[in-house]
């Protein structure tokens, strides 16, 4: 799997934005997918993950109801859309696979970030 995130850019606060993952190699639908996010000096935490079927939703608290992952098997894809953002999820935004949907130690292949900037 080789993972190619995009979508990044600046908004205002309140405005949306959609980040889509997508895997070059042509496994995709092997692996779970996660969206992981580093802020200016912060650690790196997971915002969501999704199963290889899509079955199973995984979301960090500080993004329930605004953001939702979802994935599209047939064409190697996964997205992260985002509602209502605000200056604190500015950060770099990273997909990476793994194979347990709820195990942050399984995700190893890892795509380039892609900037999110979320001015107040």
Known sequence: VQLQASGGGLVQAGESLTLSCRDTGN???????????QGPGKERERVAAISRSGNNLIYADF???RFTISRDNAVNMGFLQMND??????AVY?????????SIESYKF????????VSS
């Open 27 to 37: 496994t995709f639908s092997l692996y779970a997918v996660g969206w992981f996010r």
């Open 63 to 65: 993004v329930k109801g």
């Open 85 to 90: 953002l605000q200056p604190e999820d500015t």
């Open 94 to 102: 990273y997909c990476a696979a793994g194979l347990i949907t709820h």
């Open 110 to 117: 890892w795509g380039q970030g892609t900037l999110v900037t």
